[in-house]
């Protein structure tokens, strides 16, 4: 089933927008799927990065465990689902 997503659209004389929904096709959601990847795959090894930076700046011990734990806690609260990508190519599409 393909991504779609409702946005408002102002009417002249109305204070009530009209809702359109915009659909990405297939070629689109796999293109915004891929990008997303290519993105997370870049985020988590900043976060992996920023987790070694963290552990030596606390003196903590190095464990690969703790060091992808803490990757993993820093990704979590930085990357960007699938579904923002795709929702921001759909506003992208509803603006044009």
């Known amino acids: 089933m393909p991504f779609s997503k409702s946005f408002p659209r102002a ?7 009209k809702w359109e929904d915009v659909a990405l096709t297939e070629e689109e959601e796999r293109e915004v799927e891929k990008l997303c990847r290519v993105e997370n795959i870049r985020l988590m090894k900043e976060c992996i990065e920023d987790a070694k930076h963290i ?20 990704f979590e609260k930085r990357a960007s689902h699938s579904v923002y990508w795709k929702e921001n190519r759909a506003k992208d599409k509803f603006s044009k």
């Open 55 to 74: 552990i030596d700046a606390m003196e903590l011990k190095r464990f690969q465990t703790n060091l992808v734990e803490v990757g993993i806690a820093l």
């Open 11 to 17: 009417v002249k004389g109305s204070m009530y927008p």
